[in-house]
């Protein structure tokens, strides 16, 4: 059984950083991209960014680039989020999901039940 | 951006109704359509890929047509536990995918 865990989220004040971890169970995490999306408290989904499972394909949606890093290690099965100069829109559950694809195709077959992350003073 | 416009915002339906849902496309995303489902306090769950393929485990009652920038959503005969909100998603554009506002399919 597929299993993503995300861990990480908190409370933060605007302009510091927090660090979001997925753990990965259930598959060969190391075969597939995979994602974060985020979803604002009462609002829709966000994509927010991509990595394929060698690392060689990173991408960002444009309203966290320059401020989010993403990264895999495929060693510990695990996926995470660098998140810096937070600000109070970046306010959201964050899932981590994973791709149908070793690629980074963008079909989020499998999605964890997300950690939130809270950024206000 | 491509910006995908789902309509309507919300639909009352009954069970055992057949449910209609719109995403439209501001430019061609060719068949790089997604569906998902989300219920209250869960993650999302795929439905339908590439605008007409059932996702492992999705009934038949569930339905995706459509290419370009037009897509639907087809239900069949509502079930009790479909009432939720559906959000279609593109993945034509690399790295910017998007996703729809949503639609409420609630019960009448």
């Known amino acids: 059984e597929v299993q993503l865990v995300e861990s990480g989220g908190g409370l933060v004040q605007p302009g510091r950083s927090l660090r979001l971890s997925c753990a990965a169970s259930g598959f060969t995490f190391d075969d597939y991209a995979m994602h974060w999306v985020r979803q604002a408290p009462g609002k829709g989904l966000e994509w927010v960014s991509g990595?394929?499972?060698?690392?060689?394909?990173?991408g960002y949606a444009d309203s966290v680039k320059g401020r989010f890093t993403i990264s895999r290690d495929n060693a510990k099965n695990s996926l995470y989020l660098q998140m810096n100069s937070l600000r109070a829109e970046d306010t959201a559950l964050y899932y981590c999901a994973k791709d149908a694809e070793d690629a980074v195709a963008g079909r989020f077959d499998y999605w964890g039940q997300g950690t939130l992350v809270t950024v206000s003073s | 951006e491509i910006v995908l416009t789902q309509s309507p915002a919300t639909l009352s339906l009954s069970p055992g109704e057949r449910a209609t849902l719109s995403c439209r496309a501001s430019q061609s995303v060719s068949s790089y359509l997604a569906w998902y489902q989300q219920k209250p306090g869960q993650a999302p769950r795929l439905l339908i890929y590439d605008a007409s393929n059932r996702a492992t485990g999705i009934p038949a009652r569930f339905s995706g047509s459509g290419s370009g920038t037009d897509f639907t959503l087809t239900i069949s005969s509502l079930e009790p536990e479909d009432f939720a909100v559906y959000y279609c998603?593109?993945?034509?554009?690399?790295?910017?995918?998007?996703f729809g506002q949503g639609t409420k399919l609630e019960i009448k």
């Open positions: 998603q593109q993945r034509s554009n690399w790295p910017r995918y998007t």
């Open positions: 990595i394929s499972w060698n690392s060689g394909s990173i």
